[in-house]
T-cell receptor
């Protein structure tokens, strides 16, 4: 069935370091892909999305490119800040029937000053 | 920016008791969802709701669960007789439509603890 696999966390980086959080997926058809972020004590916030192959989603300095050939949607940021500390979830939206989301397990990012 | 709001933020309930989790979706949204996240595990789809009926439900959503939109604003999830394994964070979400460009907006979640 459809699934999302994320790299295990936690990921600990120093401020201004480069961030990559890997995400790969398995899906039938052509899903939309999303990154959601969950700051401490808060809900899931949409960070960025891509709806077709080679699309690049970007927001707040984060980027991810929908790579159909490698079934990946890795999240990157060139220079992380302490305020980026959160849990990041990769998700896909399946289009069979209801447009439900399938999430990865989440990757906790901790950025140290 | 409009938000999905959920109440309460934390609910503690004795095993076997009924619990109702409440959500107020974004006002012009038409599609509503519940997800849950058991501690340390994935966020899992429970149910979707449109036009006053369930569109799809997962195998988790058994006869103990029900959803309702009792008025024009609230969307509730009821667990009739709670079990220890129902302890989780429950997220409500809503979307304007169901196209691939209609992302779901999530609330902050209700943490349900079953004793």
């Amino acid at each position: 069935g459809d699934s999302v696999t994320q790299m295990e966390g936690p990921v600990t980086l120093s401020e201004e370091a480069f961030l990559t959080i890997n995400c790969t997926y398995t899906a039938t058809g052509y899903p939309s892909l999303f990154w959601y972020v969950q700051y401490p004590g808060e809900g899931l916030q949409l960070l960025l999305k891509a709806t077709k192959a080679d699309d690049k989603g970007s927001n707040k300095g984060f980027e991810a490119t929908y790579r159909k050939e490698t079934t990946s949607f890795h999240l990157e940021k060139g220079s992380v800040q302490v305020s980026d500390s959160a849990v990041y979830f990769c998700a896909l939206c399946v289009t069979s029937g209801t447009y439900k989301y399938i999430f990865g397990t989440g990757t906790r990012l901790k950025v140290l000053a | 920016e409009p938000e999905v709001t959920q109440t309460p933020s934390h609910q503690v309930t004795q095993m076997g008791q009924e619990v109702i989790l409440r959500c107020v979706p974004i006002s012009n949204h038409l599609y509503f969802y519940w997800y849950r996240q058991i501690l340390g595990q994935k966020v899992e789809f429970l149910v979707s709701f449109y036009n006053n009926e369930i569109s799809e439900k997962s195998e988790i959503f058994d006869d103990q669960f029900s959803v309702e939109r009792p008025d024009g604003s609230n969307f509730t999830l009821k667990i009739r007789s709670t079990k220890l394994e129902d302890s989780a964070m429950y997220f409500c979400a809503s979307s304007l439509g169901q196209g691939l460009n209609q992302p779901q907006h999530f609330g902050d979640g209700t943490r349900l603890s079953i004793l």
